[in-house]
């Protein structure tokens, strides 16, 4: 290969990435091109895409911003991708011959483009699932009838763009847990005394039967908060400090929301409620001791947990957040699956393509936990494009219920990169170079796998092949895709 041309292999072009990093950082095409030492015409032809990113550029944009020039190298791409990839595996486009490298390159080229699309096809499947409801209402005359998008995945997408983190939030809250100068065994008696002296607020420990069904309710017009005495010690100090993040935290908050766009009211209500949430964590678990912390003792959840006087299943949480520049966490991803494989939580600072539209693989061992209660297991896996991720999983529960009551419990998975597992006290003592991974799909629906016995139904990317002949491992066989 000659010189010319090895140059242009190793040329980076980043324009939509590129852009991004520079919205996200508040920044003109002019501010950053003063801050960087080139001209405002430059970087609107990196930005098109039409100049390479050089490595000087790189090393100042590191300098200057600290950010982590992962998101230049690999971005969100991949999990774009599969995304994107799920989405035309629906029967509606089955008659279009989309290659993926088109696709690939949507999401390379026009990111913007490719989250237009899922937007649209999400709204087309809310659509399809509401067609009885809206056909009812209609018989009935309603002129009102009428649908709208799913407000729990915006609010997933809304904090998925910002990776699961968010400054002013931490910031407010670590100058909260100054404030209240309180070590983590005695945070609640200090939250009380807080929610008291400054907003008039009363916390009350309550019985079941009165409660009830209920776990925390606020009385505005008696000023009080009443919890239930079925909450634990972590679940307690949380629910204080949310009340705190609506007390004092509430015009952070709705910046915030006014600054992600147009919303309609539930899932406004909801992001607020998701940002209070964030905050009361924030306070639980602030943000400079809580890495440090975490990076001291290899990210070991359970004697963190111990150390703030949180629970398994928030220590997960606020893991997933340790994004600030110049005291980054390892990029984690986490869920939470019920028995039936249901996922009620998804959250993600690094690039593990979650479905949108479906349940996770049941060879991941996060499903296994319910078979051992209480117990962490680990687990190297493996998608089908190669990438490799280090997995812990336990479960969680309830700490208290009533005699006759079904205990609700959970599956939590935590995971990260392989390349990240090392810094885990899990990992100690296993070879993770020549480790065998488990070889999982994002979900059976999208998933090419052949002869897997745990294939719940053929994959929607290619033709289903029925021979009452054979009968293989799987209860599905299909075409096979053809060599790129």
Same mark, same amino acid.
């Given at each position: 290969?000659?010189?010319?041309?090895?140059?242009?292999?190793?040329?980076?072009?980043?324009?939509?990435?590129?852009?991004?990093?520079?919205?996200?950082?508040?920044?003109?095409?002019?501010?950053?091109?003063?801050?960087?030492?080139?001209?405002?015409?430059?970087?609107?032809?990196?930005?098109?895409?039409?100049?390479?990113?050089?490595?000087?550029?790189?090393?100042?944009? =590191?300098?200057?911003?600290?950010?982590?020039?992962?998101?230049?190298?690999?971005?969100?791409?991949?999990?774009?991708?599969?995304?994107?990839? #799920?989405? $035309?595996?629906?029967?509606?486009?089955?008659?279009?011959?989309?290659?993926?490298?088109?696709?690939?390159?949507?999401?390379?080229?026009?990111?913007?483009?490719?989250?237009?699309?899922?937007?649209?096809?999400?709204?087309?499947?809310?659509? %399809?699932?509401?067609?009885?409801?809206?056909?009812?209402?209609?018989?009935?005359?309603?002129?009102? =009838?009428?649908?709208?998008?799913?407000?729990?995945?915006?609010?997933?997408?809304?904090?998925?763009?910002?990776?699961?983190? $968010?400054?002013?939030?931490?910031?407010?809250?670590?100058?909260?847990?100054?404030?209240?100068?309180?070590?983590?065994?005695?945070?609640?008696?200090?939250?009380?005394?807080?929610?008291?002296?400054?907003?008039?607020?009363?916390?009350?420990?309550?019985?079941?039967?009165?409660?009830?069904?209920?776990?925390?309710?606020?009385?505005?017009?008696?000023?009080?908060?009443?919890?239930?005495?079925?909450?634990?010690?972590?679940?307690?100090?949380?629910?204080?400090? $949310?009340?705190?993040?609506?007390? #004092?935290?509430?015009?952070?908050?709705?910046?915030?929301?006014?600054? *992600?766009?147009?919303?309609?009211?539930?899932?406004?209500?909801?992001?607020?409620?998701?940002?209070?949430?964030?905050?009361?964590?924030?306070?639980?678990?602030?943000?400079?001791?809580?890495?440090?912390?975490? #990076?001291?003792?290899?990210?070991?959840?359970?004697?963190?947990?111990?150390?703030?006087?949180?629970? $398994?299943?928030?220590?997960?949480?606020?893991?997933?957040?340790?994004?600030?520049?110049?005291?980054?966490?390892?990029?984690?991803?986490?869920?939470?699956?019920?028995?039936?494989?249901?996922?009620?939580?998804?959250?993600?600072?690094?690039?593990?393509?979650? *479905?949108?539209?479906?349940?996770?693989?049941?060879?991941?061992?996060?499903?296994?936990?319910?078979?051992?209660?209480?117990?962490?297991?680990?687990?190297?896996?493996?998608?089908?494009?190669?990438?490799?991720?280090?997995?812990?999983?336990?479960?969680?529960? %309830?700490?208290?219920?009533?005699?006759?009551?079904?205990?609700?419990?959970?599956?939590?998975?935590?995971?990260?990169?392989?390349?990240?597992?090392?810094?885990?006290?899990?990992?100690?003592?296993?070879?993770?170079?020549?480790?065998?991974?488990?070889?999982?799909?994002?979900?059976?629906?999208?998933?090419?796998?052949?002869?897997?016995?745990?294939?719940? #139904?053929?994959?929607?990317?290619?033709?289903?092949?029925?021979?009452?002949?054979?009968?293989?491992?799987?209860?599905?066989?299909?075409?096979?895709?053809?060599?790129?």
């Amino acid at each position: 290969m000659s010189k010319t041309s090895a140059d242009s292999a190793t040329k980076l072009f980043v324009g939509p990435r590129f852009r991004r990093i520079r919205r996200q950082l508040g920044l003109s095409q002019t501010q950053m091109a003063d801050e960087l030492g080139v001209s405002p015409s430059y970087v609107n032809l990196i930005e098109r895409n039409q100049r390479p990113v050089t490595a000087q550029i790189l090393l100042k944009m =590191a300098e200057a911003y600290d950010i982590d020039l992962r998101d230049l190298a690999a971005a969100d791409k991949d999990r774009f991708f599969t995304e994107l990839n #799920e989405v $035309f595996s629906d029967p509606l486009f089955r008659q279009i011959e989309l290659p993926k490298q088109e696709l690939r390159d949507l999401v390379e080229l026009c990111p913007d483009a490719a989250n237009a699309v899922q937007r649209l096809y999400r709204a087309y499947v809310e659509a %399809r699932r509401g067609e009885s409801m809206v056909a009812a209402r209609l018989a009935g005359r309603d002129e009102a =009838a009428s649908f709208e998008a799913n407000p729990v995945e915006r609010v997933r997408d809304l904090i998925e763009a910002n990776r699961n983190h $968010f400054p002013a939030l931490d910031a407010a809250a670590e100058t909260m847990r100054d404030e209240l100068d309180a070590p983590s065994h005695d945070l609640f008696r200090a939250l009380c005394e807080r929610l008291r002296e400054r907003h008039g607020i009363l916390v009350r420990t309550m019985p079941v039967d009165v409660m009830r069904d209920t776990l925390r309710r606020y009385m505005h017009h008696r000023r009080q908060l009443l919890l239930s005495e079925l909450l634990d010690a972590p679940g307690c100090v949380f629910q204080a400090a $949310f009340q705190l993040a609506l007390a #004092e935290a509430s015009a952070r908050i709705d910046e915030i929301i006014r600054a *992600s766009g147009e919303l309609d009211q539930p899932a406004r209500q909801l992001f607020r409620i998701s940002l209070a949430n964030y905050f009361a964590a924030a306070v639980i678990m602030p943000y400079g001791r809580f890495h440090e912390t975490a #990076e001291a003792l290899g990210y070991d959840i359970a004697l963190l947990a111990h150390r703030f006087g949180a629970g $398994f299943e928030q220590v997960c949480h606020r893991l997933t957040t340790l994004q600030r520049p110049n005291a980054r966490g390892i990029p984690f991803f986490m869920l939470r699956v019920d028995r039936a494989g249901n996922v009620s939580k998804r959250f993600s600072s690094g690039t593990f393509p979650f *479905s949108k539209f479906g349940g996770t693989c049941p060879l991941w061992n996060v499903h296994a936990t319910f078979e051992t209660p209480d117990r962490l297991v680990t687990q190297i896996i493996e998608l089908p494009d190669g990438a490799r991720y280090f997995s812990i999983a336990q479960t969680v529960h %309830r700490a208290i219920v009533p005699y006759g009551q079904p205990q609700p419990r959970y599956a939590i998975g935590l995971g990260c990169e392989l390349k990240y597992a090392a810094r885990l006290v899990y990992s100690a003592g296993l070879n993770l170079d020549k480790a065998e991974p488990v070889p999982i799909g994002v979900n059976c629906r999208l998933c090419e796998r052949t002869n897997c016995g745990q294939r719940a #139904e053929p994959p929607l990317t290619r033709p289903l092949v029925l021979d009452e002949t054979i009968r293989g491992v799987s209860p599905f066989m299909f075409e096979m895709a053809p060599p790129e």
